[in-house]
């Protein structure tokens, strides 16, 4: 971007805590305005204290919205906020995700649902509302939280597999949509990364992890939040379309 044109606005779901904060955080370091998200308005002090902390830190602008992204009227007012407040869409980064883990044969239409109509359905809204102002911008970026489990499936997280392999299937669906007005669409699939959602983990279970991870540690959230400051920017232009595993090797 060159100093005459004005500066990038993003819009990270699920940006109060874990890997969309950081993500949020080092897009703002990236020079952008940011718009913060939270499931609801009982998380939404969170996003409020990062949008402070992104404005002191990086003499940025944010905003926090509370939105559910799995209700679609929600996620339009989250798309609305960020040209409200910046006129424009530039970045998308689909981050909100939750687990409902279970053995396929025990698992309840109820925890199945849920994660797909977050995971993947909230993804699909976020996507349809912010393509059509990136459309009319000629240039957008969006980039989709999918996981390793998604690429590769795990005993237990059927619900889950299923929705971050759908967020596969729509990213490279959207990338084929999207080329010819400068809009890439990439797919982020991280391995085991220390968050909130990994801490439920036993210790038994984090050191069988990291036995099958070549790097032999857990990701940090920036180590996500690293390629997807670099898929955001202007020099990954000619990449779209991909799933890019951030995994210390474990999938190898
Ligand atoms: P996390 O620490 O559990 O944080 C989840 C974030 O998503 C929170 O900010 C939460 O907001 C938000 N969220 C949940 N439901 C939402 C909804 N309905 N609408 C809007 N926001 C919602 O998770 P994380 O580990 O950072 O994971 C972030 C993403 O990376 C997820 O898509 C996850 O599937 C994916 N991922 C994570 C790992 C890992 O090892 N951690 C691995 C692969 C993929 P509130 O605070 O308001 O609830």
């Not at 679609?72 to 687990?99: K, P, S």
């Not at 977050?118 to 000629?138: D, P």
């Not at 968050?195 to 070549?214: F, H, P, W, Y």
Request: glycine share 10%; hydrophobic share 45%; charged share 20%.
């Amino acid at each position: 971007m060159t100093e005459t044109q004005e500066r990038r606005a993003a819009v990270v779901t699920g940006s109060t805590r874990g890997i969309g904060r950081e993500i949020a955080r080092e897009l703002a370091a990236a020079g952008m305005n940011v718009v913060v998200n939270s499931s609801s308005e009982k998380s939404l002090p969170a996003a409020e204290a990062l949008a402070a902390e992104i404005a002191g830190q990086f003499g940025m602008e944010a905003v926090a919205v509370a939105a559910n992204v799995a209700d679609e009227a929600e996620t339009g007012a989250l798309i609305a906020a960020a040209t409200d407040a910046f006129g424009r869409v530039d970045v998308l980064v689909n981050n909100a995700g939750i687990t409902r883990d279970g053995l396929a044969a025990r698992m309840s239409d109820e925890d199945f649902d849920a994660v797909i109509d977050i995971n993947l359905k909230g993804t699909f809204h976020c996507c349809r509302a912010a393509a059509k102002v990136m459309m009319k911008q000629r240039w957008g970026r969006i980039i989709n939280m999918s996981s390793v489990v998604g690429v590769y499936g795990n005993a237990g997280q059927v619900n889950y597999a299923a929705s971050k392999a759908g967020v596969i299937g729509m990213t490279k669906t959207l990338a084929k949509e999207l080329a010819r007005r400068n809009i890439t669409a990439n797919a982020v699939a991280p391995g085991f990364i220390a968050t909130d959602m990994t801490d439920a983990l036993s210790e038994a279970q984090k050191e069988a992890i990291v036995g099958r991870i070549g790097s032999g540690r857990l990701g940090e959230p920036a180590d996500i939040a690293h390629l997807v400051r670099f898929l955001a920017s202007d020099e990954a232009s000619y990449i779209t379309g991909q799933v890019i595993c951030v995994d210390g090797g474990m999938s190898l």
